[in-house]
């Protein structure tokens, strides 16, 4: 059973950047796609950005296009979510989700509904 462990979290101030790291265990393939998400309090859970299981494949949400860059390494089943000049409104809890490739909808990968396999999520405020 595949399970997903983030680390990396904490606090920082805004305008700072934050690296987040996601360790898959469990699972010894890199058969999968991997996508990153944050919700933060009173709100619903949003998909930050996602790469596909080869690792030339990202794809980011909007607002984050330009500030985050997310990367995985298939030796060490391992992705990061490097992201920069961070608000306070960003406040949040984020996760990492996979869901391997004979599951993947092209719309889902976008969506929360989309992934299997979610870590516990990792708290990361941004003071103002």
């Known amino acids: 059973q595949m399970q997903l462990v983030e680390s990396g979290g904490g606090l920082v101030q805004a305008g700072d950047s934050l690296r987040l790291s996601c360790a898959v265990v469990?699972?010894?393939?890199?058969?999968?796609?991997m996508g990153w998400f944050r919700q933060a309090p009173g709100k619903e859970r949003e998909l930050v950005g996602g790469?596909?299981?080869?690792?030339?494949?990202?794809k980011y949400a909007d607002d984050m296009k330009g500030r985050c860059t997310i990367n995985r390494d298939n030796t060490n089943n391992t992705g990061t979510l490097q992201m920069k000049s961070l608000t306070h409104e960003e406040t949040a809890d984020y996760y990492c989700?996979?869901?391997?490739?004979?599951?993947?909808?092209?719309?889902?990968?976008?969506?929360?509904?989309?992934?299997?396999?979610w870590g516990q999520g990792i708290q990361v405020t941004v003071s103002s």
């Open positions: 989700a996979a869901v391997q490739i004979h599951r993947l909808d092209p719309v889902g990968v976008e969506a929360a509904w989309g992934y299997d396999y």
């Open positions: 469990g699972h010894s393939n890199s058969d999968y796609a």
């Open positions: 790469i596909g299981w080869r690792a030339g494949t990202q």
